[in-house]
């Protein structure tokens, strides 16, 4: 839902003109060429076990090997030991940790790779902007701010949430950039780059056809949408 509170932060906010795309849970190489030739920016591997789209360390370094340069690999945890993450890190050099669940800021800033740290908005505590924007600013040395709707399971369940609740995450430069996530799909997905202006978007169920299988034509239309807004929203 997009609310005036949370338009009022405008496309200038950002000072962003291309959306950044992530397209998260790839468990097939088929999956990760499709959102490579579709013009992802980002693709992300799972490592929550919970999730059917968790991969093994095997399977995420087979995938990570093809992804080509200038494409980023993001790992995604909740509530990792950080033996896992050293792991991964070692076998999988991600550019990104993503970290999904209730990691304190020092965990998350412990590695030498850098982290976006996801947020569930709507959750106890994280219920009002107000109480939103004072978590994110626990959260300064992340390099994204990544919010999600509030699921049972930790994400990655296609349930949007109400975007109201950005209306006081700070943008200034040199703030983690704003990651819009939740539910996206390429039928929504413009409006909510329109309203919100968000560094870069991350979608995972939206261009599936089942949970780790991605959809070629769902890929393809999620990112026709994304640069629909972004031409619309062009000064
Ligand atoms: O993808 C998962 O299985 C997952 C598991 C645990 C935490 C997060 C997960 N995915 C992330 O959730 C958001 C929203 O996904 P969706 O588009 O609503 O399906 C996204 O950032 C995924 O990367």
């Given amino acids: 839902m997009n609310t005036p509170a949370a338009t009022a ?3 200038e906010a950002s000072g962003v003109r ?3 795309v992530k397209i998260c849970g790839l468990t097939r190489p088929q999956d990760l060429d499709a959102a490579v030739a579709a013009g992802a920016d980002a693709i992300g591997l799972v490592f ?3 999730s059917r789209r968790c991969l093994t360390l095997e399977q995420a370094a087979a995938l990570r090997a ?3 340069a200038f494409v980023g690999v993001t790992a995604l945890f909740v509530n990792p030991e950080a033996r896992l993450v050293q792991q991964v890190i070692e076998t999988v050099r991600p550019d990104l940790l993503q970290f999904h669940g209730e990691e304190t800021p020092g965990f998350c800033a412990g590695f030498e790779t850098r982290h976006v740290k996801a947020f569930r908005a709507g959750a106890p505590g994280l219920a009002t902007a107000a109480e939103l924007a004072r978590a994110c600013a626990a959260y300064g040395r992340a390099a994204g701010w990544l919010f999600d709707s509030y699921s049972a399971g930790y994400g990655g369940s296609g349930s949007g949430f109400d975007t109201a609740l950005l209306a006081e995450v700070p943008r200034d430069a040199g ?12 039928e929504t997905v413009g409006g909510q780059i329109v309203a919100l ?4 978007v991350d979608v995972s169920s939206g261009v599936e056809s089942a949970p780790g299988i991605k959809d070629p034509e769902r890929i393809q239309a999620f990112m026709r949408a994304v640069r629909a807004a972004d031409a619309a929203r062009a000064p």
Avoid: D
Avoid at 175 to 186: M, V
Avoid at 197 to 200: K, V
């Fill in 197 to 200: 202006a968000p560094f870069a």
């Fill in 48 to 50: 929550y076990p919970p």
């Fill in 9 to 11: 932060a405008g496309p």
């Fill in 66 to 68: 093809r992804v080509p």
């Fill in 175 to 186: 703030t983690p950039a704003l990651i819009l996530s939740g539910g996206l799909k390429a």
């Fill in 18 to 20: 291309r959306t950044r």
